[in-house]
């Protein structure tokens, strides 16, 4: 059957994503990024013809994704978080929107001293940028792989946000710093975890999975945040939904004077560690 209509190709597309048990709802977020409408224009136009020179090229992205579950974002080469677009490929993690409750509860509990912002494993940048851009504030991020510190750069450039960054192992690269606020969405995921295969075969492996049942991201920062003589106002993690009470406790056993409180997500589910350091 030949697609001649935005209509058909989306119903075509659908079609094909549900015989192979994908999500129907990315034929739409393709159709949005080829032809540059949101889903409102796309109903609007929907019996106009499709331009022929960008169908076979939607038809082929459909295919990709059915067929080996390449992540919707990696065939648009972006992804949205917190109203921004951001750059994503194989070298960092796609945004989760549980990842835009972390930056809402740090910003619900930013002073107006803490002037210093520190982003650990920072990933694509989502963290470090959004958070700089919606308070202005000086702003560090570091991660382990240079090829993600090169995406998060590139993303600071394309949203124009100014973000000191550095190559390294956490906190490693910042020991002369004063920090006001640690945030981190780390690896937390054990090695043994069943995951789908748009994550488990596209997702980078270091971003994504941790020794000892998915807790040695967080031991490392404890770990590192004990060894310094400054230590952070506030501290704020992601974390994995059955990880809450151990960090709670890794922070208890090794940071002196923090009050820990544990939040769930819009779903309910242990996500969030904030450790606010009694004055």
Known sequence: MKQTTIEEARRWASLFLKQHNRETRVADLLLEDLLDLNLAMLMAYERDPFPQDKLQIYKQHVREHA?????????????????????????????????????????????????????????????????????????LATDISKQAVATAKTN??????????????????????TIDVLISNPPYIARDEPLADTVKNFDPELALFADNDGLAAYEAIVRQIAARTQKPRLIALEIGHQQGQAVKHMIHSQLVNYHVTIEQDINQKDRMIFAILDS
């Not at 921004?84 to 972390?102: D, G, K, M, Q, S």
């Not at 930056?103 to 002037?115: M, W």
């Not at 600071?156 to 710093?177: H, V």
């Open 67 to 139: 067929e080996t579950g390449i992540p919707v974002q990696h065939l648009i080469g972006e992804a949205d978080f917190y109203g921004r677009r951001f750059c994503v490929n194989e070298h960092v993690l796609i945004p989760r929107p549980e990842t835009e409750e972390l930056i809402e509860g740090v910003r619900k509990r930013l002073l107006p001293s803490d002037q210093v912002l520190a982003d650990i494993g920072t990933g694509s940048g989502i963290i470090a940028i959004t958070l700089q851009l919606e308070t202005n504030r000086r702003t």
């Open 156 to 177: 600071a450039d394309k949203n124009g946000s100014a973000i000191e960054w550095f190559c390294g192992d956490f906190l490693q690269p910042l020991q002369t710093e």
